[in-house]
């Protein structure tokens, strides 16, 4: 071995659960979620952060368990933080977890706009909207112009156009 030679360190997979869904079955959750993760990454995540309720959480749970995959649960405190104690919790997951698996939900957009506040911050970020589990990736944001708009380009100067004069 020479001091060239570059160690190989493995990439720790932590993965929290956000969100919930009822309607999905344990083989669905399976055969459509988990299977294809564990394809994705090549292995079994070495820790699973889940929220303390909900259907896919216990389901995900026992699963782990079968597999010998170390979980955490986190619990939220209703009688303390009232109703944002849920997303203290999932700020609190988000903080050790280096994956995400998030269960979208039809009536609310509250845990898509989370998903893509993590992207941000370098985390992968999977969905699953109830028949696909998707992978989001950072999107690039386009570059500023090198050039500054003039001030008739800015939108500024229209209101005052209904009042000149033609000759």
């Not at 820790?47 to 389901?59: E, F, M, Q, R």
């Not at 989001?136 to 156009?161: F, I, V, Y």
């Amino acid at each position: 071995m020479s001091l060239n030679d570059e160690i190989y360190e493995p990439q720790v997979i932590v993965l929290a659960i956000f969100g919930q869904n009822n309607q999905l079955t344990e083989t669905d959750l399976h055969q459509n979620v988990l299977y294809p993760l564990l394809e994705e990454w090549g292995r079994t995540p070495d820790t699973i952060l889940l929220p303390n309720d909900g259907k896919v959480a216990s389901d995900i749970n026992e699963w782990a368990e079968s597999l010998h995959i170390k979980t955490k649960v986190f619990y939220s405190d209703w009688t303390q933080h009232g109703k944002i104690a849920q997303i203290l919790r999932n700020d609190r997951m988000m903080k050790e977890c280096t994956h995400s698996l998030f269960f979208l939900s039809s009536r609310s957009k509250r845990l898509e706009q989370f998903a893509e506040k993590w992207i941000s911050k370098s985390k992968e970020v999977f969905t699953f909207d109830g028949e696909h589990l998707v992978q989001l990736l950072p999107q690039t944001r386009p570059e500023k112009a090198s050039t500054h708009d003039r001030k008739s380009n800015t939108g500024t100067m229209l209101k005052w156009l209904k009042y000149q004069t033609k000759e």
